[in-house]
């Protein structure tokens, strides 16, 4: 399996463009989150879906910030407009019940 | 309300030297228990995880961890470090029922230097 696959992997943007940020999970987890990391805050979870219908998004930060699941295999998290606040690597992981969260490489994302 | 704490920020070590790090939670129940590495630039890759059992579990990379239900705790140890386990350790809960069982609770995380 080629685990949770995120895109892209780097991201420059100026403020105010629109981010979209893309995961594909592992095929067959019925669970998906998007994490947001930073030196200042660490590991924040932001939102998490449960076969492709969001269960708790109360770590969004605002409502520039929205995520989409379509189906089982495809999630997005898009950010707009972007601002310089939110630069932060964005991690993407999936997983089954009861079990470990196989975690993508990342989305480092730099706002200027 | 549910949390992990990791009380260690940041530890060094010498090459060789043991290696303990920390981990309390606070939860309803026995919960599962998770240790994940992120090495700089990285992912989080698990290193071992707690179900049931023997409370003494082995991981990858030559790392145990002790479940110790009467003190919330999970410690991670490993008995000689070498200077590729540099990098930032978390501490994770999941709950074993419920709808939300998928869900982790992360530890902030401990980051551990080792000195040659």
């Known amino acids: 399996d080629a685990g949770v696959i995120q895109s892209p992997r780097h991201e420059v943007t100026e403020m105010g463009q629109e981010v979209t940020l893309r995961c594909k999970p592992i095929?067959?987890?019925?669970?998906l989150f998007w994490y947001r990391q930073t030196m200042m805050r660490g590991l924040e979870l932001l939102i998490y879906?449960?076969?492709?219908?969001?269960?708790?998004d109360s770590g969004m930060p605002e409502d520039r910030f929205s995520a989409k699941m379509p189906n089982a295999s495809f999630s997005t998290l898009k950010i707009q407009p972007s601002e310089p606040r939110d630069s932060a690597v964005y991690f993407c992981?999936?997983?089954?019940?009861?079990?470990?969260?196989?975690f993508g490489p990342g989305t480092r994302l730099t706002v200027l | 309300a549910q949390s992990v704490t990791q009380p260690d920020i940041h530890i060094t070590v010498s090459e060789g030297a043991s290696l303990e790090l920390r981990c309390n939670y606070s939860?309803?129940?026995?919960?599962?228990l998770f240790w994940y590495v992120q090495s700089p630039g990285q992912g989080l890759q698990l290193l071992l995880k707690y179900f049931s059992g023997d409370t003494l579990v082995q991981g990858i990379k030559g790392f145990e961890a002790e479940f110790k239900r009467s003190q919330s705790s999970f410690n991670l140890r490993k008995p000689s470090v070498h200077w590729s386990d540099a990098a930032e350790y978390f501490c994770a809960v999941g709950a074993r029922y419920g709808g939300s069982q998928g869900n982790l609770i992360f530890g902030k995380g401990t980051k551990l230097s080792v000195k040659p």
């Open positions: 095929s067959g987890h019925d669970y």
């Open positions: 879906f449960n076969n492709n219908v969001p269960i708790d």
């Open positions: 939860y309803g129940a026995t919960p599962y």
């Open positions: 992981a999936s997983t089954t019940s009861r079990n470990e969260q196989f």
